[in-house]
């Protein structure tokens, strides 16, 4: 298990850097790619954050997420957006349900 705590910092380093990139001007889309980007990316935050840190991984995860979405607004050409923070907290649920499962598993065979 402290693997994980290894990898679930350095993912989150890496959350933290992605949302400070300046932003572009994003072109109109029929698929909203990347809000599915958003939803993966942060699944792998809750599914190490399960691993890791069991149950108060939820609530730090989906803290983490809210709070990357709303310090985009100190980075220049970057802003907050409700449908970005939704695929967020989304993708967290999702990735920690699947983490906790494995969890509970791995704990159970040893």
Known sequence: ?????????????FLIALSFIP??????QKFPL???LHAVA???LGYLSARSLGWWGLLIALVFG????FLQFLAPQRDVAVLDLAANEAGIVAGFFIGFARRRRALRTG
């Open 34 to 36: 990347d809000k599915v």
């Open 66 to 69: 809210a709070a990357s979405e």
């Open 23 to 28: 932003g572009r001007e994003a072109l109109p």
């Open 1 to 13: 298990m402290r693997r994980y705590y290894i990898y679930l910092i350095v993912w989150g380093l």
């Open 42 to 44: 942060f699944a792998y």
